[in-house]
């Protein structure tokens, strides 16, 4: 099968398409051939070599991308809840998982779920990292209770425009932070209570406080926003790293928290999510479909930082 890899370690540059075996699905696995996938920073990160030394334990070509969306065409022995012919979507966790940017993707049938039955598969392709990153976030790491504020910190890209919707849902106050080339849209499409324009404004300098801070920007740290959280107020960033290790061992004694989050593909959230899309109560924002072999392309634009939404390709 074709699949875009990288045999060393780099930039979009190294990216190729090659022809590489189709995976066996094991016992707890489905085969999907793979109708479209999205693109995410983490896919980037893994081909720049960010996750080393554990990456190196993983043999080259590697397969890049993460989310994706198709139809299986095997399963595993013991597979249980999906059959051939289903639409599903999910994310391949990089170095647990295959890339999914290849005609056919393996994977266990825990990390997907049905697509939802009332946008493509190219669309549904562009949901779940930024969704479900976003609900572990809103839901589990600060849980958002009716009326409370919220501030999501990069509200324009992949995982911002997921939260903001998700915030929404939970009965939020949103105060979004994004460029003004995005604000016009973030306004119409998702009613946020308040924008603050960070090329103007740095929300740590302005008066108000928040319940919940979803840094998905990652560009703060608890030090720099605590005195923007009301007394049992959370931070959440997007951004693992020794320092924001550091401060969540450091909040545990104070009663403003600073947590990191981990996305993690399940078949429940993925199902919740489904729910959403199929209610109109979350919708995937898409800037650009590329065909597959503009994959280079495609991964220069997301090198940029200033993807509205996603990117998908078309495998
Ligand atoms: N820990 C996890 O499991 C996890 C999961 C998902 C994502 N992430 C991380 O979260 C980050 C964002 O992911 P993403 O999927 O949203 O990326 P993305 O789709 O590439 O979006 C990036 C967005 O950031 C905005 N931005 C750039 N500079 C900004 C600034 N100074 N302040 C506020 N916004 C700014 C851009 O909007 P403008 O054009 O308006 O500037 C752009 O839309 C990445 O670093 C990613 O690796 C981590």
Redesign the pocket.
Known sequence: MKAVVYNTYGGPEVLKIQDVSIPKPKSNEVLIKVDSISL???DA?ARRGGFRPMSDLLKFPRITGSDFAGIITETGNRVSGFKVGDAVYGWAQPLLNNGSAAEMVCISEKAIALAPNNISLSEASAIP??AL?SLISLRDLAPIRNGHKVLI??A?????TMATQIAKIFGGEITV???P??SERIKNDYKPDRIIN?TKDDFVNLEDQYDVIFD????KAINEVEHCLTSNGIYVT???SIYSSIDVVKSVLSKKKSKI???RSRTSDLNMIRLWVEENKIKPAIEKVYDFDQFKDAYEH?AT????GKLILKI
């Open positions: 995410n920073p983490v990160k990292c930024g990153t910190n990069g324009s890209g992949g995982t911002g932070v994004t460029s080339n995005n960070y998905v920007q990652g560009n997007t951004q693992p989050v981990i996305c997301l930082g200033h993807v509205k």
